[in-house]
């Protein structure tokens, strides 16, 4: 059973920094791409970052420089490192497995929150 | 960025009606022979979850209640018939273009 587990996510003031983990199993992590995706408070979906299965990795203009997307493989566990934080970057973080080359999200995890705040 | 216009935002349809959540993408969303769209369904306090990829083909575990259709920048959900375990929000996504994209949301209620 395809597993993922996110965390890391908490209170941090404008400005902060903070790293999200999310733990994978139940898959062979290291083949697949994987992402974040975000959910906003109006319920609003956000792509954040992608990384494929050979590291490259991908991020929209509203987080490019501020986030960064990685993979440890040999402990299956993705992680998103972000700094600079805006009020607007307060979402539910969702970890995502991408197939293939379609670029959908077939695994979702429950998510973990990001509150920034002052 | 390719935008997605979903509609209606909400609908209340009857158990064992049709309810049809439509899609608009401001460009095409096609390429290679296929369209890259996919509908997923959030039900309260989960994540989102897969229904269709690619516009039309199931995904597996997916009720065949559930249907996708639809090309280029017109595509349509269709849940029929409505069962009670569908009250939910569904998205659409496309893929086609960086940055991935994802719809508003229409929000299904029972009538």
């Known amino acids: 059973e395809v597993k993922l587990v996110e965390s890391g996510g908490g209170l941090v003031k404008p400005g902060g920094s903070l790293k999200l983990s999310c733990a994978a199993s139940g898959f062979t992590f290291s083949s697949y791409a994987m992402s974040w995706v975000r959910q906003t408070p109006e319920k609003r979906l956000e792509w954040v970052a992608s990384?494929?299965?050979?590291?490259?990795?991908y991020y929209p203009d509203s987080v490019k420089g501020r986030f960064t997307i990685s993979r440890d493989n040999a402990r299956n566990i993705l992680y998103l490192q972000m700094s600079s934080l805006r009020s607007e970057d307060t979402a539910m973080y969702y970890c995502?497995?991408?197939?293939?080359?379609?670029?959908?999200?077939?695994?979702w995890g429950q998510g973990t929150t990001l509150t920034v705040s002052s | 960025d390719i935008v997605l216009t979903q509609s209606p935002a909400s609908l209340a349809v009857s158990l064992g009606q049709r309810a049809t959540i439509s899609c608009r993408a401001s460009e095409s969303v096609d390429s290679y022979g296929n369209s890259f769209m996919h509908w997923y369904q959030q039900k309260p306090g989960q994540p989102p979850k897969l229904l269709i990829y690619?516009?039309?083909n199931l995904e597996s575990g997916i009720p065949a209640r559930f249907s996708g259709s639809g090309s280029r920048t017109d595509f349509t959900l269709t849940i029929n018939p409505v069962e009670a375990d569908d009250v939910a929000t569904y998205y659409c996504q496309q893929s086609n273009e960086d940055p991935y994209t994802f719809g508003g949301g229409t929000k299904l209620e029972i009538k």
């Open positions: 995502a497995r991408r197939y293939g080359s379609s670029y959908y999200f077939d695994y």
């Open positions: 990384i494929s299965s050979g590291g490259s990795t």
């Open positions: 690619r516009a039309s």
